[in-house]
């Protein structure tokens, strides 16, 4: 190779396209909320504030272990791995019946239902949206050989 020769790179990746990377900022948001009150949960049953200590401890250690999830998802939609829609889905759908439940209550909770629903909705779009699943590498049903 001459001096006047630069290398050429095989090929060049595709920029993320801005709805996976918003996409993975809600489903990153929504881990890091389930962090947040699984940690409340955890010093209130630690600090005896709560009725149950019991209770508070083993739930606020499971919201810790369910932030797990969409908190690995978005990390692999970020890294553009096909794998990550999946567990990105399923977190948005396992959200709704939350937000639903949320907006039932008679209390301050239907701020949060509302946010919830919004934001569980605005990641389901995104996540099935065509740029989205190209961009993943998502071929579409009857497309496998393609």
Known sequence: MSSDQTPVAPESPEPRPRRLTYAAALVALEGLALVV??????????????????????????????????????????GLRGWSRGPAVITQIMALPVAYNLLRADSMAIPAGIVLAVVAVASLVLLVNGETTRALGIRGPGRASE
Not at 38 to 45: I, P, S
């Open 37 to 78: 009150g699984g940690v409340w949960m955890l010093a209130l049953g630690i600090g005896g504030d709560s009725g149950d200590r019991r209770q508070a401890v083993t739930g606020g250690v499971t919201l810790i272990v369910l932030a797990l999830l969409p908190l690995l998802a978005a990390r692999g939609l970020l």
